[in-house]
């Protein structure tokens, strides 16, 4: 009797977990990653044993880890510099149309720089008494398959470098953030992005895995990011804040960017990013924060609420294939792996359309295409396809207020034929909140 008492009860037990569990916000499973103890900005996180430790190469890593160096091998990051005379096929422009007051032909370029978006030409040059390289007068343009002019002068240092490509060198204003190594070594110890740049030098590891190697999400989530702000964040030489420097100060020698710095070690010892205060338009971010230009990612990501709570970069990012970790990368899944209707995270409606106000197949019914809106643009005569990593939503009024052009607003993108007073009304009349002051803080990461 007592037994099948026991049992009943057992199976009751049993029953009401699953139905707990069924119920749980979706976001539970990252309940550790967003309570773990946050050790501040300020900690050093690189092992020991990777002090001393030098650069080796990703073939070393490919012998004991074959799965994430072929998964690496086939994303961009490898791909970033690449070898004109081993593979000529890298070369994506069309040279026969190279305009007549070009300073470099492709025999002489060794390198080329990019392929996605545009494509740039590294050259052989003395510069500064140095063996170093400079970038051709004109660019290949991926996205419109036109050749068009290339000053890299015109960034933020424009009075550290002279204004002639053929005298400016990418040691300091590129080779940190596209060559592994040169960043904390100031020697290009292995083409673009690998292994290294994100798990620091890995001689001793390699030597004896027991001797550590970093992973960046090991301790605080605010730091997992970190390992990507390095290079996906606008910056300044970071003497411009602590000496009182100028880019005049640096001639020659601004670096853009974190000069020093290796995985693990505490980023903000070595960056100052790019300046920004809520309300006022730059070079490089809308008067809400929103990028301006490419590789802004990290300054748009350190106001979102996300990044406060600590939802990092490979949340959203395979840090190998760099492609979308949801289980179905396509449409609202990349989203819906945490989020869900009537949750506490939001959306706070119970049913999508409720939520959007458009019809559940309809392409406005794409949470990218609200909440990650396309502000930017890889050159500034790209098309408009650097979407925001702003996830907050931006309303119509916010646009205009702070004099955005309406294109960069999510619901106009698709409204042409509106006004963005029009469209703000239709916010309104769905009964969405009103637009409140936005909350943006100049913070640092
Ligand atoms: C001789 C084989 C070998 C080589 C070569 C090797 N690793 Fe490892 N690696 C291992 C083993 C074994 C582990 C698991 C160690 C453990 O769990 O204590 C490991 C673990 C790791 C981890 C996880 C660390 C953690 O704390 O979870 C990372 C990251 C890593 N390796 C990166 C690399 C990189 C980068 C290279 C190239 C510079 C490399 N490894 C080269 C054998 C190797
Ligand atoms: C863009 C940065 C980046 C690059 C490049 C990179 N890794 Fe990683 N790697 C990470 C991060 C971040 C993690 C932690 C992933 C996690 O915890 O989900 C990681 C995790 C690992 C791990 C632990 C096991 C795993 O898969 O989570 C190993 C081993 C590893 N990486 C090896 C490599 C090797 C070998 C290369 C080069 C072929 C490489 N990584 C290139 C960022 C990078
Ligand atoms: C050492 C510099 C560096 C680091 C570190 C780095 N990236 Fe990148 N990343 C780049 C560059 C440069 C590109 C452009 C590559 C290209 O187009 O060939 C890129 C491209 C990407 C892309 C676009 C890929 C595509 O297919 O278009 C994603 C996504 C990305 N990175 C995410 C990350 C994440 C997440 C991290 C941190 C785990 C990270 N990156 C760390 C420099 C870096
Ligand atoms: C602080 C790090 C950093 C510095 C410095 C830097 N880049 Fe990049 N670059 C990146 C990252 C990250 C990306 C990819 C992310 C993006 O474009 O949003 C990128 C993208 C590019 C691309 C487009 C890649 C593609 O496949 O279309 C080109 C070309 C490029 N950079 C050239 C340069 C040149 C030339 C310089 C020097 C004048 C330079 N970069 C300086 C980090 C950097
Ligand atoms: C909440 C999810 C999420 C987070 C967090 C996130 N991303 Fe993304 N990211 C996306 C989505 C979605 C896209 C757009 C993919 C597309 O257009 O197909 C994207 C696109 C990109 C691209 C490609 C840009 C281009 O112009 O093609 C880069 C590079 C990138 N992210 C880097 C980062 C970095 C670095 C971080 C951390 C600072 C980060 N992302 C954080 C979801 C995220
Ligand atoms: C790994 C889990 C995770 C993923 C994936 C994720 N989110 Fe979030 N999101 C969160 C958490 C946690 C919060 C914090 C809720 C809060 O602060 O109230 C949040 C908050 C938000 C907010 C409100 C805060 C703000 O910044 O305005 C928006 C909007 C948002 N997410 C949009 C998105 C979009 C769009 C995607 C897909 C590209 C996405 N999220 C993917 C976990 C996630
Ligand atoms: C048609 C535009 C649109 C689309 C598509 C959209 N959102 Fe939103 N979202 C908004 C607006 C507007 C707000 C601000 C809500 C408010 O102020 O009441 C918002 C707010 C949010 C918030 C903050 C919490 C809340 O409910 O206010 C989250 C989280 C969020 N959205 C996630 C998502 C996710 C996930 C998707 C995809 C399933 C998505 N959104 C699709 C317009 C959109
Ligand atoms: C990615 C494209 C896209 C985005 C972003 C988008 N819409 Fe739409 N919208 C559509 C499409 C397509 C329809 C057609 C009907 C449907 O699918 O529901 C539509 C229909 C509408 C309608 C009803 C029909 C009409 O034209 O009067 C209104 C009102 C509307 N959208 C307003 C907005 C507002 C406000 C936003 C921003 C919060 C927005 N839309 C964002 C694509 C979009």
């Not at 026969?96 to 025999?107: G, M, Q, S």
Request: aromatic share 10%; proline share 6%.
């Amino acid at each position: 009797m007592m037994k099948k008492f026991l049992t009943f009860i057992i199976l009751i037990l049993l029953l009401l977990s699953i139905i707990i569990w069924l119920n749980l916000p979706k976001i539970t499973p990252y309940y550790t990653q967003l309570t773990k103890t946050r050790i501040g900005l300020n900690f050093d996180l690189q092992p020991e044993s990777q002090k001393d430790a030098h650069f080796i190469g990703s073939k070393k890593c490919q012998e004991c880890h074959e799965e994430n160096y072929h998964d690496w091998g086939n994303s961009m990051h490898a791909k970033m510099i690449q070898t004109i005379k081993t593979d000529p096929s890298v070369v994506v422009a069309d040279f026969t149309k190279l305009p007549e007051d070009a300073d470099f032909t492709l025999a002489q370029a060794v390198y080329t720089i990019g392929s996605k978006f545009k494509q740039r030409y590294m050259i052989p040059a003395q510069i500064n008494g140095k063996e170093d390289f400079r970038l051709g007068n004109y660019q290949w343009n991926s996205q419109n398959k036109k050749w068009q002019s290339f000053k890299p002068y015109k960034y933020w240092y424009k009075d550290a470098y002279p204004h002639d490509n053929k005298s400016f060198p990418t040691s300091t204003t590129c080779d940190g953030c596209h060559f592994t190594g040169y960043m904390s070594t100031g020697k290009r110890e292995e083409l673009s992005i690998s292994c290294e740049s994100c798990h620091g030098p890995g001689s001793k590891h390699v030597k004896d895995p027991k001797n550590a190697i970093f992973k960046a999400s090991l301790s605080d989530p605010m730091r997992t990011n970190e390992v990507c702000f390095q290079c996906h964040m606008r910056n300044r030489d970071k003497r411009m804040e602590t000496q009182d420097a100028t880019s005049k100060d640096l001639w020659m020698d601004a670096k853009d960017y974190p000069d020093g710095y290796e995985p693990g070690k505490p980023l903000i010892n070595y960056k100052l990013p790019a300046p920004f205060s809520p309300g006022e338009e730059t070079k490089e971010f809308w008067a809400n924060g929103a990028a301006k230009k490419n590789r802004t990612q990290g300054n748009e990501y350190i106001h979102d609420r996300m990044y406060k709570h600590g939802i990092t970069c490979i949340n959203c990012h395979n840090p190998h294939k760099l492609t979308n970790t949801a289980k179905k990368p396509e449409g609202n899944d990349a989203c819906m792996k945490c989020h869900a209707f009537g949750s506490i995270i939001g959306p706070h409606q119970d049913r999508l359309e409720d939520h959007t106000q458009h019809k559940a197949n309809s392409k406005g019914s794409l949470c990218i295409e609200c909440h990650m809106p396309k502000t930017a643009k890889h050159t500034g005569k790209s098309p408009l396809t650097v979407r925001s990593h702003l996830f907050t939503f931006t309303y119509p009024a916010q646009t205009k207020a702070y004099g955005m052009p309406p294109e960069t607003n999510a619901c106009y993108a698709c409204h042409k034929d509106k006004t963005l007073k029009s469209l703000q009304d239709d916010l309104k009349n769905w009964g969405k909140l009103e637009w409140e002051k936005l909350e943006l803080s100049n913070t640092s990461f």
